[in-house]
């Protein structure tokens, strides 16, 4: 079993849904959750991050955690072209590395 | 001010080469870490740097891998004898401080092609 497991996708959604992407985790003492976008050929972006179970909203992007069930998802409301990237869910292993998942890439068509 | 920069951005090497790949963190950011991302893959831990020492190489993959940052602020990732299967980007992050809630920011990247 992966650390940390993401859906590869492609994942098509029309421009103006939500765009609802998940990632689980195997280690249950991860702390620290984050969210990062990657555009063909260039290197993550940070988008957002969570620590603790429940919500975190910022502008068109809600971030879900749930330690029980050792999920973590991103939303993306309001889904535009410009958000068609690759999205990589990465976890805090000890106090200095992030364990990534391979990456879900998103489509949003016109 | 001004993000993670690395260089070269691009890398061609032929096999059994040695290469240098530099890292310049943030400003103020004290931990320095590097990954490297295969096609189709997430990024892969390789070493971090708080401060000037390696407190953690466990994702160095052989000793052909060598990390230095002597003044606590540019690392250079250093590759000896390099293998075809050393292709990949390399990624520098670094963050404010070391520990769990401290986010990663990374730099450009630079690709390493091994003929």
């Known amino acids: 079993q992966k650390e940390v497991e993401q859906n590869s996708g492609p994942l098509s959604v029309p421009e103006g849904a939500i765009a609802s992407l998940n990632c689980t985790y195997s280690?249950?003492?991860?702390?620290?959750f984050f969210w990062y976008r990657q555009y063909s050929g260039k290197s993550p972006e940070l988008i957002m991050f969570i620590y603790s179970n429940g919500d975190k909203e910022d502008g068109r992007f809600t971030a879900q955690l749930n330690k029980a069930s050792q999920y973590v998802s991103l939303l993306i409301r309001d889904s535009q072209p410009s958000d068609s990237a690759t999205y990589l869910c990465a976890v805090n292993k000890g106090a200095q590395k992030l364990v990534f998942g391979q990456g879900t890439r998103l489509t949003i068509n016109p | 001010g001004a993000g993670v920069s690395q260089t070269p951005s691009n890398k061609v090497t032929e096999k059994g080469k040695y290469v240098e790949l530099r890292c310049d963190p943030i400003?103020?950011?004290?931990?320095l870490y590097w990954y490297r991302q295969s096609l189709g893959q997430g990024p892969e831990f390789l070493i971090y740097f708080q401060g000037t020492g390696a407190a953690d190489d466990s994702g160095l993959p052989n000793d052909r891998f060598f990390a230095v940052r002597p003044e606590g602020s540019v690392s250079t990732l250093k590759i000896q004898r390099t293998e075809r299967g050393d292709s990949a980007v390399y990624l520098c992050a670094s963050s404010l401080k070391a520990g769990p809630y401290n986010e990663q920011f990374f730099g450009p990247g630079t690709r390493l092609t091994v003929l």
């Open positions: 280690d249950r003492g991860s702390q620290s």
């Open positions: 400003s103020g950011h004290t931990a």
